[in-house]
């Protein structure tokens, strides 16, 4: 069974910057889509950035310049750089990888890592 790993939470200060990772692990045969998304306090859980494969990362505007995410196809993994975090970044931060194909699959699916913590202070 594929699972997404992440790390790279932490606590930083406002104007401070975070690299999150994340892998999937198991055997993988292809993913379609793999990205960031957040669930900030009192808020559903949002887009913050996924590549699609093979085409142009798309971004959250609330990104605003601030978070490059990157991909690495062979690898299976997903970075999002986070600069200039502002409190209101604060959140739990989800990889997700969707159009999953791997062994004993008859279908695609969609994945979700258990979510990591970025808490940005004042």
């Keep these: 069974q594929v699972q997404l790993v992440e790390s790279g939470g932490d606590l930083v ?11 999937a692990s198991g055997s993988v045969f292809s993913i379609d889509d793999m990205g960031w998304y957040r669930q900030t306090p009192g ?18 505007d609330f990104v605003k310049g601030r978070f490059t995410v990157s991909r690495d196809i062979t690898k299976n993994t997903v970075d999002l750089q986070m ?29 979700w890592g258990r979510g990591t913590q970025v808490t940005v202070s004042s």
């Design 13 to 23: 200060q406002a104007g401070g910057s975070l690299r999150l990772s994340c892998a």
């Design 43 to 60: 808020k559903e859980r949002e887009l913050v950035a996924l590549v699609p494969e093979g085409g142009v990362a798309i971004y959250a």
């Design 83 to 111: 600069n200039s975090l502002q409190p209101e970044d604060t959140g739990v931060y989800y990889c997700r990888a969707d159009g999953v194909s791997a062994p004993a699959q008859i279908y695609p699916t969609t994945v």
